[in-house]
DNA sequence: CTGTTAGCGCTTTCAG
DNA sequence: CTGAAAGCGCTAACAG
């Protein structure tokens, strides 16, 4: 077990000073190109590499970026298996590694971003820690980060979402076209930033076809089965359309339009603006928007990657939803 | 932006000595409880979290592991995604982060291996590499590793593997109980070590069943569909069956049973012991061994971590293919 | 247990 | 461009 070379070792047999190695492989500083090739060699010929500690701690760069993930399961979903690899590929395009934090301790998850806890250059993190007050306060001496989802708050980390106003548009655009203007919207409590993009965007709806936004618009805080049921009990009848903010509610309104006698797809649309693939299967089939994780993966690595390279620093990007659509809706306009 | 918490801070404050600080931290030596306590107020209190370059350059460990990926498209896999999640997970347990290389040029890949090159205390890597002669020039100085797949020639990382062997022998023991002895082997390249570790259980089958085994095997050094149906109309009558090294070869065998108007399940059985998803569908459908790469992940992982915290190092792990049991065989005996 | 000290291997600076 | 030297923040060894 021969020890690795160093620096001094390629130097001396470079001929050369340690310090005119160390700007060859940094490229920090203008070498001669007979010296830069000389030099080369002689690492080739001893087979250097750097070590990647000492020059982390001189340099404080490591050509990784770090995903941030919290262990509550949702790594078992397909999507975010495609996330995953979605951010190692795009990481790779830059030559750049992944290193992948999976932590139940949300505190221990954060405190990676510090300068130096961490062999990383910045980090891409996934939602659930953004309503926390902490982000903000820890933001002041943190690597740089990008967000998936909508941080809410006044925090400044750069962040990619999906574009819930379009969504919502394009869904009710779609909608109101094929079964006329009663359209009702259930969306999830209003807190959630969310929600209240979609509510906004909803509202734009109602004005431009004139439909009463407030008698249209109904929120459910737990997104229940139970909610979907009773508010789509309130004002579901023919050629009326039900969206709802996710699956669940959406089955509260498969059973609300059953009871009322009214067939889906035919007499009545339904549509779920996001779906956790584990809630069932409906009949008829739902239709809904599917997020695409791999692609909001690939774009957070991407503004992380310029940032650290560039120095740029964009607010918010948005990513499209993909509508899959079937049979909870009319295939053509009546 | 003020600059992070160093020990030294942390000592004065808590009023001890830097290096009892780092002895309560790394735990490597006694410390009172009472000292303990006081120190880990200090670091609390000022939010002190080592630095990782420094400690890993003094330490020389990382609490990291590393998963060595060819970049070749493999990753869109299915089963690749799988063993992603399965390393992430496994090694979660165990308190480690995982980083993934994922690189194209395998030199590149395995300089990571050696000693200081990346921040890694160990590393997983998938097969492709290990037919390298490199390989065991490497090995001399470089850190733990656990390979999936098989290292040939004598080469002395640990490894987990699919067991071949094991799987030969039940599924010919199935077939032969279903359709009798008269059962072909279509093997792959014999040069590789799969090709080799089916074979010999194939000749241990061959003997207990008193078949001729000479005669029963066909090496397919290209693995293509047209050695497949070659082989199978040298030898395809009622009541044989074929095995083959995978879907590729079994698809010249469905050719060659039209061809020869013997219906695949019914008059003949075909399976192929390995598939890649990519080779369309069979009809009838074909029943093949569906390898788990989430079983292999795992385990790497967890050989790798017991040898960097025992010290222990078992030398082959072999895991169980799942049999994927359907039409291109009989369902019970006639 | 304390306190000092010597590294770890690299980057960076600075005078020549 | 060279050569020497300071320093990154930690661990580990040692004498008290």
Redesign the interface.
């Given at each position: 077990?021969?020890?690795?070379a160093k620096i001094i070792d390629v130097a001396k047999r470079a001929g050369v000073a340690k310090s005119t190695v160390s700007n060859v492989l940094t490229g920090n500083k203008y070498v001669s190109d007979e010296l830069k090739e000389k030099v080369l060699k002689a690492c080739k010929e001893l087979d250097f590499?750097?070590?990647?500690?000492?020059s982390?701690?001189s340099s404080?760069t490591?050509k990784?970026i770090a995903l941030l993930l919290e262990?509550n399961g949702d790594?078992?979903k397909p999507f975010?298996?495609?996330l995953?690899?979605a951010c190692?590929?795009k990481?790779?395009e830059y030559d750049y590694?992944?290193?992948?934090?999976?932590?139940s301790d949300p505190d221990r998850l954060l405190?990676t971003l510090?300068?130096?806890?961490?062999?990383i250059d910045g980090a891409v993190l996934m939602t659930p820690y953004l309503n926390d007050a902490r982000l903000s306060q820890i933001a002041?001496?943190c690597i740089s980060c990008t967000v998936i989802g909508r941080p809410d708050g006044g925090v400044a980390f750069n962040c990619v979402d999906i574009d819930n106003v379009k969504l919502v548009k394009t869904v009710c655009d779609k909608l109101i076209n094929l079964y006329g203007k009663d359209v009702y919207l259930i969306n999830s409590d209003f807190k959630l930033t969310v929600s209240i993009d979609r509510t906004n965007a909803f509202s734009e709806i109602c004005e431009k076809y004139a439909i009463d936004f407030q008698s249209h618009l109904f929120e459910s805080r737990n997104s229940s089965a139970e909610d979907g049921y009773e508010y789509a009990m309130r004002v579901l009848k023919k050629d009326s359309v039900i969206i709802t903010a996710n699956a669940l509610l959406a089955s509260g309104v498969y059973r609300a339009a059953e009871e009322k006698g009214l067939k889906i797809g035919e007499d009545v649309g339904v549509f779920a603006l996001g779906r956790s693939m584990e809630h069932g299967s409906f009949t008829p089939k739902l239709s809904y928007a599917r997020q695409d994780y791999a692609v909001l993966g690939a774009k957070a690595v991407e503004m992380l990657i310029d940032e650290l390279q560039n120095g740029r620093s964009e607010k918010r990007v948005l990513v499209d939803s993909e509508l899959v659509i079937r049979d909870s809706i009319r295939s053509t306009a009546d």
């Amino acid at each position: 077990m021969k020890t690795p070379a160093k620096i001094i070792d390629v130097a001396k047999r470079a001929g050369v000073a340690k310090s005119t190695v160390s700007n060859v492989l940094t490229g920090n500083k203008y070498v001669s190109d007979e010296l830069k090739e000389k030099v080369l060699k002689a690492c080739k010929e001893l087979d250097f590499h750097p070590n990647f500690y000492a020059s982390g701690l001189s340099s404080g760069t490591s050509k990784i970026i770090a995903l941030l993930l919290e262990n509550n399961g949702d790594v078992e979903k397909p999507f975010y298996k495609e996330l995953i690899v979605a951010c190692l590929k795009k990481a790779a395009e830059y030559d750049y590694s992944l290193l992948i934090y999976y932590n139940s301790d949300p505190d221990r998850l954060l405190s990676t971003l510090r300068q130096g806890m961490a062999p990383i250059d910045g980090a891409v993190l996934m939602t659930p820690y953004l309503n926390d007050a902490r982000l903000s306060q820890i933001a002041s001496d943190c690597i740089s980060c990008t967000v998936i989802g909508r941080p809410d708050g006044g925090v400044a980390f750069n962040c990619v979402d999906i574009d819930n106003v379009k969504l919502v548009k394009t869904v009710c655009d779609k909608l109101i076209n094929l079964y006329g203007k009663d359209v009702y919207l259930i969306n999830s409590d209003f807190k959630l930033t969310v929600s209240i993009d979609r509510t906004n965007a909803f509202s734009e709806i109602c004005e431009k076809y004139a439909i009463d936004f407030q008698s249209h618009l109904f929120e459910s805080r737990n997104s229940s089965a139970e909610d979907g049921y009773e508010y789509a009990m309130r004002v579901l009848k023919k050629d009326s359309v039900i969206i709802t903010a996710n699956a669940l509610l959406a089955s509260g309104v498969y059973r609300a339009a059953e009871e009322k006698g009214l067939k889906i797809g035919e007499d009545v649309g339904v549509f779920a603006l996001g779906r956790s693939m584990e809630h069932g299967s409906f009949t008829p089939k739902l239709s809904y928007a599917r997020q695409d994780y791999a692609v909001l993966g690939a774009k957070a690595v991407e503004m992380l990657i310029d940032e650290l390279q560039n120095g740029r620093s964009e607010k918010r990007v948005l990513v499209d939803s993909e509508l899959v659509i079937r049979d909870s809706i009319r295939s053509t306009a009546d």
